[in-house]
């Protein structure tokens, strides 16, 4: 037995792949005060006495994060260097904005520790911390009654020994990690602030994950940022790793899907209960090195997904202009929308209920039963302010999310190059096929997907997803490529025996500030960066000399993954579908309602509404939707 667990902001969802390849899943609450007693009672829900193995995309290091409520952390740093995480770069950000705001880091700057040690830029130790240097350290990091220690030598990522000294006589003070083992590459800033990140949140983990195995018996793998499950030991030691864990099982889990409806170009549209998460695929995921999570930058290999504050529980307000936002602040799980009865703020899944597109027992297969008057009553509020009725006011707070997402898909595509038309949108998460269409056809997008498993997709991502570690070493100025390689391969193979290894590597041309990571090509390093140059830039020079920055391997271990057979057999007859009042492209209309697991075996017009367990699909007017053979919806555009 295997189970896949995405703990999201509204609802965790587990999804369990049985002995005989069945598949079912289910939502429970979630609970951000203790998010691992929901994860025990799914997991005895799902399991009972029986073992099995499950993959976790956490949020626990994500939200301290993006709270700040890490641990209390220090950051010791080569003397001088002390303020390295404060002055960041000289980059702006918000290029028009006349008051932008100060992002301020993680830690205060007397929380900051200098160390008198050197290293080179090529390695060479020229002085090493003393006993009476190190005694000083230990006695201000008690002092300042830290719970987790960062530390980040100057060109440590060419020689570790003053770090590795210097951890070792740490040892017992805190939850200890070191840039070289953390990002052992180039660029101070960068380096810093993945380090202290790891730091910041790594005792939370280590806390949850301590409190999942003890309670279970299962043996329990955690998503990585990079689409591909990793070990608990590797979890707790490298929890930087995690902050993107659950939008990476949905990329892995759409592309999955849409490649089994004949479709490797896609949009993943992943809309939950507290954020929709946008990503492109041609054929494969996007990866990028060079993300940042609430404007702090983590060099470590990750997916390039898009983040906007936009879900089913983003809040509509009206702001001192007298304009409509909503988002990115949301209800979660607890109280929620004013729908699920304990709210009274007004939300977008609050406008669905208005509009009439979410009934009172439709959510999770009728297990919920919602509160429609206090639904209407909210956004009430906002029609009050506006002068406008409750229709306009929910018709309005759905445009101004859609434009929100809108806004996210063209930066994950066109800014980047990339037509959106030539790819199919991929909507899952439990909002995401309510506002597919609508979206889609903003964007010029004649096909949506909505698959068979839409709610609960990151989970069945997890699934679909390989085990895979990355290593890397800074070579900038060093010519024993190949003598790093096989270290790199060595360790690896090591942490990860049987796996396939790929080597790749980090080049620019000599004098540019940025690199592009592509496949080692042994014999010509240089070709292939030429031929990437050419494809994202529109330009190469191959007369020019490149520098090779950074060296990467990753060891890629394939794992038994589900057979995707749909649960839902197609029948040529199906039921009449029953007919409700449901506003839709700008009017009330009398739309058909079909439960998902009784659609024929034909193609069917819009208008329409299709029930699932997790997720509900429109289809407005103009739209034609069916089934595929693996069970997806397939929404098609008229031709215009």
């Known amino acids: 037995m295997r189970i896949g667990i995405d703990a999201g902001g509204t609802f965790t969802d587990f999804i369990v792949v049985h002995d005989d390849g069945s598949i079912e899943t289910f939502k429970l609450r979630s609970n951000p005060r203790s998010p691992s007693s929901v994860i025990l009672a799914g997991l005895g829900q799902a399991a009972g006495?029986?073992?099995?193995?499950?993959?976790?995309?956490?949020?626990?290091?994500?939200?301290?994060?993006?709270?700040?409520?890490?641990?209390?952390?220090?950051?010791?740093?080569?003397?001088?260097?002390?303020?390295v995480i404060h002055i960041g770069r000289q980059n702006r950000a918000e290029l028009y904005n006349l008051t932008p705001m100060l992002r301020s880091p993680i830690i205060p700057r007397s929380m900051c520790f200098g160390v008198r040690e050197r290293a080179y830029f090529d390695?060479?130790?020229?002085?090493?911390?003393?006993?009476?240097?190190?005694?000083?350290?230990?006695?201000?990091?008690?002092?300042?009654?830290?719970?987790?220690?960062?530390?980040?030598?100057?060109?440590?990522?060419?020689?570790?020994?003053?770090?590795?000294?210097?951890?070792?006589?740490?040892?017992?003070?805190?939850?200890?990690?070191?840039?070289?083992?953390?990002?052992?590459?180039?660029?101070?800033?960068?380096?810093?602030?993945?380090?202290?990140?790891?730091?910041?949140?790594?005792?939370?983990?280590?806390?949850?994950?301590?409190?999942?195995?003890?309670?279970?018996?299962?043996?329990?793998?955690?998503?990585?940022?990079?689409?591909?499950?990793?070990?608990?030991?590797?979890?707790?030691?490298?929890?930087?790793?995690?902050?993107?864990?659950?939008?990476?099982?949905?990329?892995?889990?759409?592309?999955?899907?849409?490649?089994?409806s004949g479709f490797s170009r896609i949009l993943g549209f992943d809309m939950g209960g507290t954020s929709t998460d946008v990503s492109l695929c041609d054929g494969q995921p996007r990866e990028t090195l060079e993300a940042s999570i609430d404007g702090l930058p983590v060099r470590v290999p990750m997916l390039d997904i898009h983040t906007v504050g936009a879900g089913g529980g983003s809040i509509a307000r009206v702001d001192e202009g007298g304009l409509l936002r909503v988002g990115p602040e949301s209800a979660g799980a607890d109280p929620g929308p004013a729908c699920y009865g304990k709210g009274n703020r007004p939300t977008v899944t609050d406008a669905h209920v208005v509009l009439g597109r979410i009934a009172v027992d439709q959510l999770i297969g009728g297990e919920m039963h919602l509160d429609i008057a206090r639904a209407a009553m909210a956004v009430d509020s906002i029609a009050h302010r506006l002068g406008i009725s409750r229709v306009r006011a929910a018709q309005g707070i759905l445009r101004v999310a859609n434009a929100n997402m809108e806004r996210a898909i063209r930066l994950v595509s066109v800014e980047r190059g990339h037509d959106p038309r030539d790819f199919a949108l991929v909507a899952f998460g439990g909002c995401g096929g309510l506002h597919a269409s609508d979206i889609a056809q903003e964007l010029g997008i004649r096909t949506v997907l909505v698959p068979e498993y839409a709610g609960a997709l990151s989970a069945l991502g997890m699934l679909l997803a390989s085990q895979v570690r990355d290593h890397a070493a800074g070579v900038l100025n060093r010519s024993d490529f190949e003598r790093e390689f096989v270290r790199l391969e060595r360790i690896a193979r090591k942490e990860s025996p049987g796996a396939e290894i790929v080597r790749s590597a980090d080049i620019r041309y000599a004098g540019?500030?940025?690199?592009?990571?592509?496949?080692?090509?042994?014999?010509?390093?240089?070709?292939?960066?030429?031929?990437?140059?050419?494809?994202?830039?529109?330009?190469?020079?191959?007369?020019?000399?490149?520098?090779?920055?950074?060296?990467?391997?990753?060891?890629?271990?394939?794992?038994?993954?589900?057979?995707?057979?749909?649960?839902?057999?197609?029948?040529?007859?199906?039921?009449?579908?029953?007919?409700?009042?449901?506003?839709?492209?700008?009017?009330?209309?009398?739309?058909?309602?079909?439960?998902?697991?009784?659609?024929?075996?034909?193609?069917?017009?819009?208008?329409?509404?299709?029930?699932?367990?997790?997720?509900?699909?429109?289809?407005?007017?103009?739209?034609?939707?069916s089934l595929d053979k693996v069970g997806s919806l397939k929404l098609v555009a008229a031709s215009r």
């Not at 976790?56 to 740093?77: D, P, Y």
């Not at 990753?554 to 007859?573: I, M, Y």
Request: hydrophobic share 35%; charged share 25%.
């Open 49 to 83: 006495d029986r073992r099995a193995e499950v993959i976790h995309g956490s949020t626990v290091a994500t939200n301290a994060l993006l709270e700040r409520k890490g641990a209390r952390t220090a950051l010791v740093t080569t003397a001088g260097f002390e303020d």
């Open 123 to 260: 390695g060479t130790i020229a002085q090493r911390p003393s006993a009476a240097e190190i005694a000083r350290l230990k006695t201000r990091l008690r002092r300042a009654r830290v719970q987790s220690i960062a530390i980040c030598f100057l060109h440590a990522y060419r020689n570790p020994e003053n770090e590795k000294l210097v951890v070792a006589a740490l040892e017992g003070i805190g939850y200890l990690c070191t840039s070289h083992d953390v990002c052992p590459e180039f660029r101070e800033y960068e380096r810093s602030s993945t380090t202290l990140i790891n730091a910041y949140v790594g005792p939370l983990m280590d806390k949850y994950l301590a409190e999942l195995e003890g309670a279970s018996r299962h043996r329990i793998a955690i998503m990585q940022s990079n689409g591909g499950f990793m070990s608990t030991k590797e979890a707790r030691r490298h929890a930087v790793r995690t902050v993107l864990s659950g939008p990476a099982g949905g990329v892995v889990g759409a592309l999955e899907v849409a490649k089994l």
């Open 512 to 625: 540019q500030s940025y690199e592009l990571t592509v496949l080692w090509n042994a014999t010509d390093p240089a070709a292939p960066f030429h031929q990437e140059h050419q494809r994202v830039y529109g330009y190469s020079n191959p007369e020019r000399a490149i520098e090779i920055v950074t060296i990467r391997v990753r060891a890629r271990l394939e794992v038994q993954k589900p057979t995707l057979v749909s649960k839902h057999p197609r029948s040529r007859r199906s039921k009449k579908p029953v007919t409700r009042r449901i506003h839709s492209a700008g009017a009330w209309r009398d739309t058909p309602v079909y439960s998902r697991s009784s659609l024929p075996r034909a193609t069917l017009q819009g208008p329409a509404l299709v029930l699932d367990y997790g997720s509900t699909t429109l289809i407005p007017p103009g739209w034609t939707f």
